[in-house]
């Protein structure tokens, strides 16, 4: 029992800088008070002591706006960051080393009993206002940007943004898990956000224009030739394509930055 609240206490100086101490964490942080109580709430539920643990989480919601039904699943080293108006639903499921920020849903999409709410993997971190929607699984170490709704599976190690969710980014080589290693070490990505994070619309419009640049090509090798046989002349068509790009969204504290290395030149296509 106190080894887990150690545990619990540790992982809220990890991932909350303004964490001083462990009394001040003890006596206010309402995500570590709705962890403690849900273990208990979780006990009485699997006793059959249904309606004693329902009475416990909501106490427990009543002092940290945080409603977890007490027969969900949560694993060791849970944080709930701020917490205010997090809901987890009775069949959902929570990994080890998992993050959760104010306004999330771990919500179901059906009336039917069984399986209808979210399974998350271990260091799955969920930004603020997220809505995880049915019975899904979201892989190990994926994070979900704030204000996304996922309602399809999510990948280990991907990056999930926009409503309906989309995912932007995975973990796939060897490089990005180097970076990924690294950021663990040094950090975390704070409400699922992850910097470099790409556009994902200019990202395909990008692809897009990639591919009518190699069919430019094409084209002109196929008019030149024609002409050199007498075929045909040589047809005009659109200007050169190589200025056309889409530049995705930057931090504020890149766009100066960025403003002033793209203004004498040429943006380089996505």
Known sequence: MFGRLREDIRSVFDRDPAARNAFEILTTYPGLHAVLTHRLSHALWRRGLKWPARMLSNIARLFTGIEIHPGAQIGRRFFIDHGMGVVIGETAVVGDDCTLYHGVTLGGTTWQKGKRHPTLGCDVVVGAGAKVLGPIEIGNGARIGSNAVVVKAVPPGGTVVGVPGRVIEHRADAAMQRRA?????????????????PDPVADAINRMLDHIHIMDRRMEALSRALEERGI???????????DCSIDPALPAAQGADTADKTRGGKPAAG
Not at 235 to 240: A, I, P, S, T, W
């Open 181 to 197: 290693d690294t950021a663990k070490r040094i950090g975390f990505d704070a409400y699922g956000a992850v910097r470099d994070a």
């Open 232 to 242: 045909t002349r040589h047809f005009e068509h659109l200007d050169d394509l190589d």
